[in-house]
């Protein structure tokens, strides 16, 4: 435990671990989508934003830190394309699993699914608006975005190429 830490008040240690879980669960999407209309508020009414009212602190760090979380999603297509993959090899050893136990696993852990389409899903879903409103509380986050947008027709345009086949 540091100095800090070590010397702080109970109610200044009780708000580290308050910080500590605000920034675990932003990791947790079930918990980001609790949250995120709330996050969307924030965001397109970010003149409004008072950093000493803690819930909103809260929401702007699950913000960031979710949007850190799916980062790979807004790096250049090549590395974007690698992550996915490495990932859906999991999720496709999983569903292998599941088959041999004779269940049927969901599409996304299903080797016979197509990649192309469900990082489509996912990106439109899950990603698009954790960018999309990380873009409106910093506008000078606008690349990110535009890399997403990137990423999402490289996406597009493999799964064409995939049904073409």
């Excluded at 760090?61 to 790096?75: C, N, R």
């Excluded at 041999?100 to 192309?116: C, E, K, T």
């Amino acid at each position: 435990m540091s100095t800090k830490t070590a010397n702080a008040s109970k109610d200044e240690r009780a708000a580290i671990l308050e910080h500590i879980q605000v920034v675990i669960s932003a990791t947790d999407l079930a918990q980001h989508f609790k949250h995120l209309k709330d996050i969307k508020h924030l965001a397109q009414h970010r003149s409004d934003y008072n950093s000493s009212d803690v819930s909103q602190r809260n929401l702007l760090t699950s913000l960031v830190t979710t949007a850190s979380d799916l980062s790979g999603v807004v790096k250049p297509f090549p590395v974007d394309r690698s992550i996915a993959v490495h990932i859906y090899d999991e999720f496709f050893e999983q569903g292998d699993e599941e088959k041999r136990l004779g269940l049927i696993p969901q599409s996304m852990m299903d080797r016979n699914g197509a990649v192309p389409k469900e990082q489509l899903g996912f990106l439109d879903f899950v990603v698009k608006d954790v960018f999309v409103a990380l873009t409106q509380f910093f506008p000078e986050a606008q690349p990110i975005l535009s890399q997403l947008e990137i990423n999402r027709a490289a996406w597009d345009s493999d799964l064409k190429k995939a049904q073409q086949q």
